[in-house]
């Protein structure tokens, strides 16, 4: 059933909120942020032991305030009253925990979710249309419906008024009522924790309902396209009243070719959003690769810290005010939700400071320096899509880690396994594709990066890397195999976990290749 058109309606509110974003002194809002976060946690524990009453700006914050991780919260403040937080580090109690599952990487993070979050994140999601608005005047997204594939939106009961789950489940749950004639899928698909079941349900759904905008991680969407292709016969595109699709959460370059093929008869424009479970923090306001426009006025105040300076005693804190672009930062989260100066684990580099715009270049732990090579998440992705494009290969997925070396004299190297679209099915090819795959990722980083060429000098130290290609659909198998198989895991890009990595190489090893 086709909603009442509230296009009209939101074009008023997308109107006023763009030009107050435009007119909006950044560093100003983020000073501001502050102060009232301050404020608002100034008689909570966590405000108390730092003196927040005597907190006037962001240099007495900064020297306050240290930076913490996860699991200093966690031991600090977190876990003994847990699952209840009342006036831990933010005020009143906390109702919800989002489950960071993220990759396949590491356990699950709790991470306080409060109302204050909810509705921050709500405006955040209403600035992506704000932006589609502002490039598409003429379009109608509220004239159908808005189909978001994430994970199982069930929450558990921890306690009286307190919940945990996905985070798209805590959307689900505090979904206004205005929004529910807009938005898929129903609550009865949405709580399937069955991966399987829920993309092909949505699937046979969604040929029958007039979807506007799809949301979700490129992996999974992907396969949503694909499921509904499929199911048409190949007729017609996927969604045809498609405008906007909204991606996030891993890389959309290693897709972009095979969207561009199910898009091709729509109009559709692609917008990606930069969401963790700690906060919304950037969406795109321009096109593809031209950064995402930080949100300076919802909820949170951002610092980054050099990458190479975070192990230091007193590492730099940037904030707004006196950020640089081209720098590789470590992004630090202050939130209403009652994390200070946390580091997220993320890693950016601005592209512009007014607005401050900024590109997703991985993670702390999307850094393979096994060996002292210190390569970059952007480096590593960056070199096997440029290989990919020059061999004229479509890769849809990748992971890398290191081998160590097994004996003396033995050397370590790099192993990369790589699902491509259309990789050779004869053995003899795809193991010479494979040769000439890794020769170019080798030449890439070497001309990209120092250390790593220090390292592969005369093949001394390191040894040129090893490429596995494999068919589409292993990394989904492996993902089903661990039980992380869902619309908010990720195939991780860079595994410094040994045992996960010989988990992965096993899989790829106990599976044919060459099938299709």
């Known amino acids: 059933m086709r ?10 509110y997308a109107e006023r909120r763009r030009r107050h974003l435009e007119q909006l002194d950044p560093a100003a809002a983020q000073a501001r942020e502050l102060r009232q976060l301050i404020a608002q946690a100034r ?16 240099i007495d914050y900064q020297r306050r305030v240290p930076l913490r991780r996860y699991e200093d919260f966690l031991a600090e403040y977190w876990r003994l009253p847990f699952p209840v937080l009342t006036d831990v580090t933010w005020p009143g109690r906390i109702p919800f925990f989002a489950l960071s599952s993220g990759t396949t990487t590491g356990a699950t993070k709790t991470i306080p979710v409060s109302r204050a979050m909810v509705r921050a994140n709500r405006r955040a999601a209403l600035d992506v249309l704000v932006w589609h608005l502002a490039n598409r005047p003429q379009g109608q997204p509220l004239a159908g419906k808005t189909l978001i594939l994430g994970g199982s939106t069930a929450l558990t009961r921890l306690a009286p008024g307190v919940y945990s789950g996905d985070l798209s489940g805590i959307a689900a749950k505090t979904i206004p009522f205005w ?15 069955d991966w399987d079941e829920k993309l092909e349900r949505i699937a046979w759904t969604a040929i029958h309902e007039p979807i506007r905008v799809l949301s979700g991680t490129p ?9 509904i292709s499929a199911l048409k016969g190949g007729k017609g595109p996927a969604f045809p009243e498609l405008e906007l699709l909204i991606h996030g959460g891993v890389a959309f ?13 729509t ?30 006025d919802n909820g949170i105040f951002f610092e980054f810290v050099p990458v190479e300076e975070l192990s230091s005693p007193r590492p730099t804190r940037h904030w707004l005010g006196n950020l640089e672009t081209g720098i590789h930062y470590a992004v630090v989260l202050s939130s209403n939700a009652g994390i200070w100066s946390a580091v997220i684990g993320d890693t950016v580099r601005f592209v512009d400071r007014h607005p401050p715009r900024l590109l997703v270049t991985g993670r702390l732990s999307y850094m393979m320096s096994a060996f002292g090579e210190h390569l970059t998440g952007e480096e590593i992705e960056g070199a096997v899509l440029e290989a990919a494009q020059k061999l004229d290969m479509q890769v849809t997925d990748f992971s890398m880690g ?8 033995a050397k370590g190297r790099h192993i990369y396994i790589i699902e491509c679209g259309r990789p050779p099915s004869p053995a003899e090819a795809r193991e010479a594709l494979a040769e000439r795959f890794a020769a170019q990722i080798d030449e890439t980083l070497m001309e990209r990066n120092a250390d790593y060429r220090e390292h592969r000098r005369g093949d001394v130290q390191l040894q040129a890397p090893q490429i596995f290609l494999v068919d589409p659909g292993t990394f989904a ?5 661990r039980g992380r198989l869902g619309g908010q895991n990720k195939v991780p890009r860079v595994i410094n976990d040994q045992a996960l990595l010989a988990d992965l190489q096993r899989h790829i090893l106990a599976v044919p290749q060459g099938r299709f």
């Open 219 to 227: 992996s999974w969407l992907i396969l949503l396209f694909e499921r």
């Open 402 to 409: 290191a081998e160590f070396p097994s004996g003396p004299g």
């Open 179 to 193: 929004a529910r004639p807009y938005t898929l899928p129903s609550t009865e698909l949405a709580l399937l924790a």
């Open 253 to 265: 370059s290693p897709y972009a070719d095979r969207f561009a093929d199910y898009l091709r008869a």
């Open 43 to 58: 008689t909570t524990r966590f405000g108390r032991d730092h003196h927040f009453e005597k907190i006037d700006n962001v």
């Open 3 to 12: 909603p009442l058109n509230g296009t009209p309606l939101f074009r008023l």
């Open 267 to 296: 109009a559709t424009e692609t917008r990606e959003v930069y969401a963790a479970s700690e906060g919304f923090i950037a969406v795109a306001d321009r096109g593809p690769g031209e950064g995402l426009r930080l949100l300076p």
């Open 477 to 481: 198998h492996w993902l089903r195999g």
